[in-house]
């Protein structure tokens, strides 16, 4: 979804913005980054020059600029964009680094075209990263799995149109007002912003219809911090095993894709019936109304544990005490953990929840073996987690607000820019005309030069 920043009511009324899921502006995607719109160039000159990169893609970057400098349709963009010189040249500098890391570049391939993940968890087809789509595209033309219109419409130089923040999103808005299931959980940091930043000051609790949740989560019993990888495995299994015997419903939640892969590698996946939801599972609706019935065990990723209903019509499951949800990792963030232990005793119905953590995770979290055993013996196990998560996310909350003043610094350059673009008129005084182009792409250029392209590097093989 894109970003609508609003500028200002034409007719006069009341600007109002609603932000659905609050919590979520707070995750890594959103605050601190940016939106990233491109217009894409598209002619035969450019075509030329991408698929000369492509075909010559062994060769090292530096020495791909060089000869991509000399062909003809490099000649013909230049002086048809001669304003805009100093920006093609650094997209082919980009599109000859890029086409060097395609090897490193993670996409799938849906009806014919290149896609990505999105937050939603669909397969996004109308995504770029940078030129590794383009790249993307052409290795899957000579595999067969892209049509050849499919590739030409991959093409293009990708011009920027600017970096807009999200954290400052709500500007122009004169009435703000956000929804979150996780209000309760939100940490000081959070509070802060959505204080001060989103300007929301006033806050309504209300209750659920459904009453006070029925989640069993015993801390003193249902926290398993475990020794190693294998001890870890072993747990996991156990609960599994258990929640199967027991003729309920179980969801296991992996930090990841990677970890549940691990998992399973590992051997304790053997002899039991298990579906996996992955980020690249289709169809997820499926799975979710099959892993709310008795006897199932579900193993998903975390980003499945938002948003997500598993409901439960099954009256012999919930007589045995309904679903029950492992998570077995520690959430940076406690409105994740909410969020994730949500997934069962949904409307007023019955459900458990337990953590099984790897200790040599909680490292992350500076959290010593010595600790836990102490922590363990006095009863206080998820005291010390929940305590030395708080401090954890309130120092990478400091730290993300220093991507929080880089992203408003693209954001106000952006802003330039874009007006710049609606006082641009083409039958303006050729002087005016040459200013103006001028102005637009010097702000990209300043743009570019605060948020350069992670992908982009020298080639490794370059000597100079």
């Avoid at 000649?75 to 082919?92: E, N």
């Avoid at 590739?151 to 920027?160: F, K």
């Avoid at 006897?295 to 009256?315: P, Y």
């Avoid at 730290?399 to 039958?427: G, I, P």
Wanted: aromatic share 8%; net charge neutral.
């Amino acid at each position: 979804a894109g970003m609508k920043v609003a500028a200002g009511a034409r007719d006069g009324r009341k600007k109002v913005l609603l932000l659905d899921e609050m919590d979520v502006i707070f995750a890594n995607d959103f605050y601190g980054q940016t939106y990233n719109p491109v217009a894409c160039i598209q002619n035969a000159h450019v075509e030329e020059i991408q698929r000369y990169i492509w075909a010559n893609r062994s060769k090292s970057s530096g020495q791909l600029v060089q000869e991509a400098h000399a062909l003809d349709g490099y000649k013909k963009l230049s002086s048809k964009f001669a304003q805009s010189l100093p920006l093609i040249d650094g997209h082919i500098v980009k599109m000859c680094q890029h086409v060097r890391r395609l090897p490193t570049h993670s996409y799938l391939v849906k009806d014919g075209q290149i896609g990505y993940k999105a937050s939603d968890l669909s397969i996004a087809t109308n995504m770029r990263y940078g030129y590794m789509t383009v790249f993307a595209a052409f290795q899957e033309r000579e595999r067969g799995a892209l049509s050849e219109d499919t590739l030409a419409r991959a093409l293009g130089v990708d011009v920027a149109c600017g970096n807009f923040s999200y954290a400052e999103m709500s500007d122009g808005y004169d009435r703000i007002l956000g929804v979150t299931g996780t209000l309760q959980s939100l940490g000081n940091q959070e509070k802060k912003v959505i204080r001060d930043r989103f300007r929301i000051r006033d806050q309504t609790l209300t209750p659920s219809i459904y009453g006070v949740s029925n989640v069993q989560f015993r801390t003193e019993l249902d926290v398993h911090v475990e020794g190693d990888d294998a001890l870890h495995h072993r747990k996991i299994r156990e609960e599994i095993v258990q929640t199967l015997g027991a003729e309920r419903s179980i969801l296991v939640f992996f930090k990841d894709d990677a970890a549940i892969k691990a998992w399973r590698d590992a051997g304790y996946a053997e002899g039991l019936e298990l579906e996996v939801v992955t980020q690249e599972t289709d169809n997820i609706d499926h799975f979710v109304k099959q892993a709310a019935r008795a006897s199932k065990a579900t193993l998903f990723s975390r980003i499945h544990g938002r948003g997500i209903d598993f409901v439960s019509h099954d009256k012999a499951l919930e007589a045995k005490g309904g679903i029950h949800v492992v998570q077995t990792f520690l959430s940076e963030e406690y409105s994740e953990e909410v969020q994730i232990k949500g997934r069962t005793a949904r409307q007023g119905k019955k459900g458990s929840f337990a953590l099984v953590l790897n200790a040599k995770d909680l490292v992350h979290f500076d959290i010593s073996e010595e600790e836990i055993d102490k922590a363990r013996n006095a009863g206080t196990l998820y005291d010390l987690l929940h305590t030395k998560r708080n401090a954890f996310f309130a120092a990478e909350g400091e730290k993300r607000e220093a991507t929080v003043r880089t992203a408003k610094a693209l954001h106000d350059l952006s802003f330039k820019y874009k007006q710049k673009l609606l006082e641009f008129r083409a039958n303006m005084p050729r002087d005016k005309l040459n200013k103006a182009s001028k102005d637009m792409v010097r702000l990209l250029l300043q743009i570019g030069r605060i948020n350069p392209d992670p992908q982009d590097g020298e080639d490794p093989d370059d000597e100079d």
